[in-house]
């Protein structure tokens, strides 16, 4: 164990004064019982009614008296018949007498029995790979030391055992597992190359290497990382087994449909994301009709002051919002009250619902405006001719030319909306609270998957309720196209 | 070989002009491949030889430009000018951050040297593992049982998780009573004494409620303001062996009277928030508040003349009300390549010196128990008030359940703060809800 040993004996005895007479102490190093920035000594000594206790003195040079060393530590001689033998585990640092842990006195100091005549204690403290002179000196029930504190004569010992550190984590299943994506891309583009050229599309034959590079990224940043989300949902993974996790099959997902609060959670979520998108695409549209009107004066300023919410950082307006809504914030001086807005479940979910309107109406606003201005002037002209009213060219002209742009719009919205954050962890943090073991009163979908994966550190339920979303966006994706592709052929 | 293979493959199936661009792209393709190997499979950079200066990173959570900042900053270049062999490199990491980001770093191989964590984090942390080794180093072999004992023992058994000790104790915190004198004087009402009882501050707090100005100001939805009343009146949050008793005799009792400041005697306000807490003492609309010492140095910039007393006798039971005692230290990550001197920084950091320095700026209560007999620390009497509070202190145990605690207790100080439950049931389906996330 010990590689290098000292050139100074590991083991020193001592003839010390004593008022009951002379008495012999020897003092040595376990060099077996080594341990990381631990020395063990052993010390034997005869007992005398003189010794109320020792000192230990420690220094990482040779020394002969106390003044150049540092002291490590005591133990006790006293009687032990009401105290416990307190094992290793619980205790700072291991001592033993009589080849049992050592006696603690209250405050878990060690304790030696006044019969006993040894003593051992596996050093704490220790520098590894470097001599350390240890000095045991017996005192009298004052402190005062039985031997002559300027004569020590110390023992040398050594610590090489090694810190346990731990491995870096083995990272070959996912750079396999990407190095594995990346080729299956450069095949499938090599293959969709070869099928090109086999079948005369000149034009085509570099776009493949064009695309090459963006595809890759996509399979390494975006669809590795939804297949590991989602082979997560079959394995016990958390917090305090992750990299070691075992398949469990459909077991997460029965947990997430056995959640109290899962129905509730998941209605309030489609009513957060419908009620915006809804608001969202209203008001912004009235509001790009109203500034996309001809004469209207002042359009730059009003469109500058509409856009203010989206062009400040989403986080700062929802703080703001939060100050704002808090009892003694703005909104209760501007109405004389003292409000707890945040307090009641429906209260709390209005404002979460109304902040996010608040700042998702410009980005539709501005969508909406580009789509109306591109809308052919002389058809209103046209309209105008023939005495068509101007609800009537809303209806009839307007709305259905800018379908094209409100159906993607409306859906990415949707989806945005749907996987939102920021706005309710910031004002509510889901709260408030309506059940023990429940998501919050404002808690979405995505906020109580946050909570569920890092404040409970439940990796592998996360991504099972994370797959449950994702069906439900792709679900929700394709019955909304299928339904305005067949209300446009209707059209 | 197979590069030949491919250039014969193209050349046949292509008309002839195809053959550059056909080699261009497998060439370009290879390369993208190799490359790319060659990124996934570099191994990562090793942290120096044997020799070299050691390298520490230490995260905090201190503000930015904030006077604790500057006396870390000063501390960590003292501690280089006295250890040229290591380098030290700080970094701020936003405080609710700072728990999630360990973790995440720590299972991605890449955790700082030394930390700065609470008991509720360590709570937090303790049972997670990779590669079947804690997050945080056991400081037990590291320290001399005469360097240990120099910290107040229940801060230092904060620091300890299941045996193991994983941080050196630098400064504790707790909540006392803080109040404005200003507002007793207008009122004629006597100070807050160290032998007042509940009644007492009851008494006090309705002569003082007016239009504008609340008796106390207290977060009452917060279970860490509810603890000293619970513990007040007899319960518990843990029994002797950590189990949860979040519904132990003297627990309903507690709740229904801590409701009642608000509900009956109308003294407190359940809208009050954390924020709205200090706001409100600062704006002098608060004539009481339970705070820690951390604001301390806030509402004396308000222009506030403050006194402090510590926390009244529940009238009910006689004992004093002991609010948790919470806890920070510097720990050691089990990943650090220099655990020596990573010690030897967080020894540096919770030494008495340094601990003195944020004890009379920024008024962190120090753990180093010769600091209570400091003739500076002893004359201040903030300082002294909050360190007599600590001896009143509930002891928390640190394990996994304190941390979920706080979630469980919430939720019951909400339902019935609403009046969706009776404190009784509450407290049961909250000590049934503990049980059952620690089964999991």
């Not at chain 1, 005869?46 to 420690?58: E, K, L, M, N, R």
């Not at chain 1, 060690?110 to 005549?117: C, F, G, K, L, R």
């Not at chain 1, 099959?249 to 489609?270: D, E, H, I, K, P």
């Not at chain 1, 105008?384 to 409100?406: A, E």
Request: aromatic fraction near 10%; include cysteine; glycine fraction near 8%.
């Amino acid at each position: 164990m010990t590689r290098h040993r000292p050139d100074i004996g590991a083991a020193a005895l001592l003839l010390f004064g004593a008022t009951a007479g002379v008495h012999a102490q020897q003092v040595s190093v376990d060099d077996a019982a080594q341990a990381y920035r631990q020395i063990q000594i052993d010390v034997s000594y005869a007992p005398s009614d003189a010794i109320a206790g020792f000192q230990v003195w420690y220094s990482s040079e040779a020394f002969e008296t106390t003044r150049d060393a540092e002291l490590h530590s005591t133990v006790s001689v006293a009687d032990t018949t009401d105290l416990e033998r307190v094992p290793g585990d619980a205790v700072f640092e291991r001592c033993w007498s009589d080849g049992l842990p050592i006696h603690r006195d209250a405050a878990g100091n060690p304790v030696v029995s006044t019969a006993a005549t040894e003593w051992s204690c596996a050093l704490t403290g220790m520098t590894p790979g470097a001599g350390q002179w240890i000095a045991v000196v017996p005192v009298d029930a004052e402190g005062a030391p039985l031997v002559d504190p300027e004569r020590l004569q110390p023992v040398v010992g050594r610590t090489d055992v090694p810190d346990e550190r731990t491995p870096p984590p083995d990272t070959r299943p996912v750079l396999y597992a990407l190095g594995m994506v990346a080729l299956s891309a450069i095949v499938l583009l090599s293959f969709l190359r070869w099928q090109d050229v086999g079948r005369g599309r000149a034009k085509s034959r570099l776009a493949h290497i064009y695309v090459a590079p963006a595809l890759i990224a996509l399979a390494t940043l975006t669809f590795y990382p939804i297949l590991y989300g989602m082979w997560l949902a079959f394995t016990n993974a958390d917090q305090s087994r992750l990299g070691d996790e075992a398949w469990i099959g459909l077991a997460n997902f029965a947990t997430v449909f056995a959640s109290s609060g899962l129905w509730r959670v998941t209605l309030f979520t489609f009513v957060w994301a419908v009620s915006n998108v809804f608001a969202h695409v209203f008001l912004g549209l009235v509001l790009a009709v109203v500034l996309n009107r001809r004469g209207l004066r002042g359009r730059t300023v009003y469109r500058t002051i509409l856009l203010l919410p989206w062009a400040i950082p989403g986080y700062i307006s929802v703080l703001a919002w939060n100050g704002m809504l808090q009892p003694d914030g703005l909104v209760n001086a501007f109405l004389g009250t003292a409000i707890d807005f945040f307090a009641g479940a429906n209260s709390a979910r209005s404002v979460v619902i109304l902040v996010n309107i608040w700042l998702g109406v410009p980005f539709m606003m501005m969508v909406l405006s580009g789509a109306l201005q591109a809308l052919p002037s002389n058809m209103y002209e046209a309209a105008k001719i023939d005495g068509v009213s101007r609800w009537d060219q809303f209806r009839y002209l307007t709305f259905p030319n800018l379908k094209g742009t409100l159906v993607p719009v409306s859906l990415l919205s949707f989806i945005w909306t749907f996987n939102t954050f920021n706005t309710i962890y910031l004002l509510t943090r889901g709260n408030p609270y309506v059940g023990f073991g429940e998501p919050g009163a404002t808690d979405t979908l995505i906020t109580y998957v946050f909570a569920v994966a890092f404040e409970y550190g439940r990796y592998g339920v996360a991504a099972a309720w994370s797959v449950l979303i994702f069906l439900m966006l792709v679900g929700f994706s394709w019955l909304y196209l299928k339904r305005t592709r067949a209300m446009e052929a209707a059209a | 070989m197979e590069h030949k293979a491919t250039v014969a493959y193209v050349f046949h199936i292509g008309p002839g002009g195809r053959l550059a661009c056909g080699l261009a792209a497998v060439r370009v393709a290879l390369r993208a491949t190799v490359l790319l190997a060659a990124l996934l499979f570099a191994s990562p950079p090793g942290r120096g030889a044997d020799g070299e200066a050691a390298m520490l990173e230490v995260w905090h959570t201190f503000g930015t430009n904030s006077e604790d900042e500057r006396i870390f900053m000063g501390a960590v270049e003292a501690f280089e000018a006295a250890h040229p062999e290591i380098a030290v490199e700080p970094v701020r990491i936003p405080y609710l951050q700072n728990l999630q980001q360990f973790i995440n770093s720590s299972q991605g191989g890449e955790a700082p040297d030394v930390v700065r964590l609470s008991d509720t984090e360590l709570g937090r942390i303790g049972h997670i593992s990779v590669e079947g080794l804690p997050l945080l180093e056991d400081l037990r072999p590291h320290l001399t049982p005469v360097q240990r004992a120099r910290f107040e023992p229940r801060a230092l058994n904060a620091m300890r998780y299941g045996g193991a000790l994983y941080a050196i104790p630098v400064s504790q915190g707790t909540l006392a009573l803080l109040y404005n004198k200003a507002l007793f004087d207008a009122a004629g009402v006597g100070y807050p004494r160290d032998d007042w009882t509940t009644d007492d501050l009851i008494a006090a707090a309705k002569a003082l409620t007016g239009d504008d100005v609340l008796g106390i100001a207290l977060p009452i939805r917060w279970s860490y303001w509810f603890i000293p009343f619970l513990t007040g009146f007899g319960a518990t949050l843990f029994d002797a062996d950590a189990n949860p008793t979040l519904d132990s005799p003297g627990s309903a009792r507690a709740l229904e009277w801590y409701l009642d400041l608000e509900r009956v005697h109308g003294i407190a306000a359940s809208s009050t928030g954390i924020e709205t807490m200090s706001t409100q003492f600062q704006l002098s609309r608060a004539a009481m508040v339970l705070d820690g010492s951390w604001n301390w140095n806030a509402y004396v910039a308000a222009g506030l003349d403050l006194g402090l007393a510590i926390m009244p006798i529940v009238a009910d039971t006689g004992n004093r009300m002991g609010p948790m005692l919470s806890v920070f230290g510097w720990s050691v990550s089990k990943q650090s390549a220099s655990k020596v001197e990573a010690v030897k920084l967080a020894q540096w950091l919770s030494s008495y010196d340094v601990q003195k320095e944020f004890a009379i700026e920024t008024y962190m209560i120090p753990t180093d128990l010769a600091l209570a007999r400091d003739p500076d620390i002893a004359a201040n009497s903030t300082l002294n008030g909050y360190l007599r509070q600590t001896e009143f202190g509930a002891e928390v145990p640190t394990t996994r359940a304190t941390y979920m605690v706080f979630e469980q207790l919430d939720t019951a100080l909400e339902l019935t703060s609403t009046g969706q439950m009776d404190a009784r049931s509450a407290l049961e389906a909250a000590d049934e809800e503990m049980e059952r996330i620690l089964r999991q």
